[in-house]
């Protein structure tokens, strides 16, 4: 596809107008202000008038399941909402289920933009087939819960994620990735811990993982763990020496900062999620000014409720600015790096995330037409502050469109739609 | 029109599925959940499958004209963006360009489902104009800076204020109403301000004010006059012997909210724009716990960066969960009904902004097909939490429709952007 003289969000993450960017085999092949030499090699050419270029969002910490859970628990206290309502409902969620609602999700963050997301819930290899059937990348991570102090191969999840690694790690072109996985601190053991790191060590995968979320988490670990924090106390048990995407880091404080950027972490600031279950502000312009790679997650749609990143963007630049008291922290290029390449490097995929010549292509299409957009002006603050995610009306993955002018390529979503209602029902009425 | 078996959104701000409502000469004439005897005398039937109705949205706080400062003024401590940016902008807006900026505002709000605003710019005349084109209604106010200690009689704008009384007041069955207006405490002076407060009162019109916005301006003001904050200042001056509106508060404190309570006046919230100038977070759970009126603003473009207020309701349904630590704050039914009925009694239009029979037909339509929406549940908590401005699919003021699937009936939206371009070029070039 050749995108001719569209506005670009370009590398850094700055608006250029009059550009052309043209895909070949799932990569883009051509970014300039002028028309290539040859464009009929690009195929179909689409008029960029009205119309802004950007990378993909990528959704670095969800739940795509809890789909099913929208809605479900408002307005509760953290506790109540999590072991009397979210619980008890996914304790009879089943692998379709999972299936379902992740097909479901898929078409969700699809609409709206995203090309990517790294999850971590159950039943991973049937999340995995509905991303597969979507078209789309994931780097899918099946939760450990280690209550007893088990070292990691006893639990029937490392036989689980021996099986995905084998048949799943790289799979279509590299677009689907297998994390491991620990839920968090409190749920957890450090045999189990320090047992599963090193298995991703030798595994070579990344992992996935809830790093103080609320105040009252992050207490209690320093306080059954001798002061240390979440994020000393993985880091004494070798999880930092794999890549890990810690989620939250709503309370990490003094050393935290230089762990997570010395062990070249990532921190996946999930903003909504922690203003909705109240669980505080995450510190993340003191993590961007201690070089940490922040990238940006929904979260759950039991905690949001949607999957759509351009509304968590849009919060993020605000409430960064509203809880520091500082109007100047967190410039629109920055929102978007955050939700773009930040989140392509926090899935190891150091070849997406950007619109340069080379990179997959990776790329959402927002119409610029409506009256949000007017006057013209910087199409980066307009992409983070005044559009909406509704303005995406192109979304491709490896070069691929997966969502165009309101149609799915990929999801039937009426059918998606329907099981995930049936599935609702039948748990409400077993409940 | 009847719209039939739908989900409405009822006048406890409840989710009610399969209600019938019908629309007859501008009020709404029917809301039942069977369909009505007579179908055929409300017109054109509304199929209601995949769509909630609720009421239109009421924006109580806005400078429409700052359409034309979308995005120009972005990460910049609020002095600099004011005295630098804003100011010397402004200074260049003629009353044409406050005409087809308002425009713009209009089709923006309509898209998005609001029905009604409560405005402060200049060129109040050339403002209403565009407002009665677009069918819309609102509350415009002539914003008074009164640095010089004169009576407000001495003020151009008493005058201004008369001749709009005379020719626009209660315009469009009352779809246009005027009021007065009082910039802020540290922009005018007592004496302006004691005299407009009698003058509005024996006009019978209610008064916009700016209200400890930032901490500086609050503690200035106590520091100017004796210990009194503006909310104290202004009622020490006859100020709340009207019905005001008084927009931010994030400020207030001890007294304050007696006074405010006490004395009928309408709080009106502006989340995003108190995050994105770094302005603090309004004690809004407070206010309602005391019972004052709380409405909701978007303020304007330039600190939003758009109009869509269901953004800003899920930002306030989200900010008072965060900043106050409690995520039982707000539930999506006071978030619709503080973005609705209080902004409606903000304005004093006590025949609207609720879905009940004998009520103005104010409505929006919003299309619940899309996977944001799944699976079904409460529709209130949907539409506040999953739900965007963008699913609106209809907006109805006063039983005439003025914008629908994608069409506006009245507002010429190319137009408008073509005006509001060249104006913005033309005032960059002559800065």
Redesign the interface.
């Known amino acids: 596809m050749l995108f001719s003289d569209i506005t670009l969000i370009d590398e850094n993450f700055a608006s250029q107008e009059h550009q052309w960017i043209g895909t070949i085999d799932g990569r883009i092949a051509y970014v300039g202000d002028t028309a290539p030499e040859d464009p009929a090699r690009f195929g179909e050419v689409y008029p960029g008038h009205d119309r802004v270029l950007m990378p993909g969002l990528y959704n670095a910490h969800s739940h795509a399941p809890m789909?099913?859970l929208?809605?479900?628990a408002?307005?509760?206290?953290?506790q109540t909402?999590l072991f009397e309502r979210i619980f008890p409902f996914e304790a009879k969620m089943t692998a379709e289920d999972c299936y379902w609602a992740t097909k479901?999700?898929c078409?969700?963050m699809l609409?709206y933009g995203t090309v990517s997301f790294s999850d971590m819930y159950y039943h991973s290899r049937d999340c995995v087939r509905a991303v597969r059937e979507a078209g789309m990348k994931c780097n899918m991570s099946d939760t450990l819960i280690a209550p007893q102090e088990k070292s990691y191969d006893e639990y029937p999840l490392a036989a689980a994620n021996r099986a995905y690694l084998e048949e799943l790690q790289g799979a279509d072109d590299g677009r689907i990735l297998i994390d491991f996985n620990v839920h968090a601190e409190y749920t957890t053991n450090p045999l189990s811990v320090r047992t599963l790191a090193k298995a991703a060590k030798e595994a070579g995968v990344r992992v996935q993982v809830h790093v103080s979320e609320t105040h009252s988490e992050h207490e209690e670990c320093k306080e059954r763990h001798g002061g240390l924090t979440p994020v000393q106390y993985f880091d004494s048990l070798g999880l930092f020496d794999v890549p890990v995407t810690a989620a939250h880091c709503v309370w990490i404080e003094g050393e935290d900062f230089d762990i997570l950027a010395d062990r070249s972490a990532t921190v996946a600031a999930n903003p909504?999620s922690?203003?909705?279950?109240?669980s505080?502000?995450a510190p993340i312009p003191r993590m961007l000014e201690r070089g940490i790679n922040v990238a940006l997650g929904t979260d759950g749609?039991a905690s949001?409720?949607?999957?759509?990143m351009f509304?968590d963007l849009?919060?993020l630049?605000?409430?960064c600015?509203?809880a520091?008291?500082?109007?100047?922290?967190?410039?629109?290029s920055q929102a978007l790096r955050i939700a773009t390449r930040n989140g392509a490097l926090s899935q190891g995929r150091e070849d997406c995330g950007l619109v340069r010549e080379g990179m997959r292509a990776d790329l959402v299409v927002l119409d610029a037409s409506?009256?949000?957009w007017?006057?013209?002006?910087?199409a980066a603050?307009?992409a983070v502050?005044?559009?909406?995610?509704?303005?995406v009306v192109l979304t491709m993955v490896d070069g691929r469109v997966l969502y165009r002018d309101g149609n799915w390529t990929t999801v039937d979503?009426e059918e998606?739609?329907a099981h995930?209602?049936a599935?609702?029902q039948r748990i409400l009425q077993d409940l």
């Not at 408002?74 to 953290?78: F, G, I």
């Not at 007017?374 to 910087?378: L, R």
């Not at 502050?385 to 303005?391: E, I, L, R, S």
Request: glycine fraction near 10%.
């Open positions: 789909t099913l929208r809605g479900y408002e307005n509760l206290p953290l909402w479901l999700a078409a969700e609409r909504v922690n203003m909705k279950l109240a505080g502000f749609c949001n409720n949607n999957l759509d509304q849009y919060v630049a605000l409430v600015k509203g520091a008291s500082d109007p100047t922290l967190i410039s629109p409506g009256p949000s007017h006057p013209t002006g910087d603050s307009h502050y005044a559009g909406h995610g509704a303005d979503v998606a739609k995930v209602e599935a609702k």
